[in-house]
């Protein structure tokens, strides 16, 4: 009687654990804030990879491929019971180009695109990538000056002799050199409202001054037609 009562718990077990290998995900629930991924894109990704049961599919994987996706910085994959998946991912922020194909995050994270468009509005950062802090660092503190005189960065930049440059969103462009980065910002914003409006070029790498190359103006556009 021991054995037979044996003999039927182990196979009810048996039978349990065969249904539980069995059990399907039937439903994918996904989460996020959806701004530049879909909630389509998202269930297609989770699909190629989530291929197995209900309790044999390996969580770890499915956050793996969706953090691979562009946009995506951070994926959380659990198991709802009895057949769900659920996938929250926060997106990354974007708020500069780096160097043409690359993005910097609210954060100051650098993350590929692929081969999307540029998003307009957003200014283009460039250098030398073992420079990617101080460069940024040195953006901000320029960003922070020019908008106290209502100017804006479309583009800031150092080249590989170290030289600083940025081009404003109204046509400026504003060489500032290798040297004295702070002292000569702060040249031109003591100047600023005495140089005209968006004049094409401001360079400041003199000693004690600068050299102005004045906006164009009608008769020279009349000229050049």
Sequence with gaps: MQLARSMLLMSLLLASTSLLAEAEIRFVRVEGPFVRVSAEQLRARVAEVADRGYFAVDLDEVRVAVEKMAWIRKAVVTREWPDTLRVRVEEYEPVAHWNGN????????????????????????????????????????????????????????????????????????????????????????????????????????????????????????????
């Design 102 to 225: 690359q993005m910097i995050d609210r954060q100051g994270k650098i993350f590929d695109i692929g081969m999307q468009d540029p998003i307009r509005g957003l200014p283009q950062l460039s250098g030398p990538d073992e420079e990617f802090d101080a460069i940024v660092e040195r953006y901000q503190f320029l960003d922070a000056a020019l908008r106290g005189v209502g100017e804006e960065i479309a583009a800031f930049n150092k080249d590989a002799r170290g030289s600083w440059d940025a081009q404003l969103v109204g046509g400026t462009e504003l060489i500032l050199g290798s040297r004295d980065f702070s002292l000569r910002v702060n040249r031109y914003l003591r100047v600023h409202d005495r140089i005209g409006v968006n004049p094409r070029r401001v360079d400041l790498r003199y000693p004690n001054g600068l050299a102005v190359l004045p906006a164009v103006t009608t008769e020279e556009s009349s000229d050049a037609i």
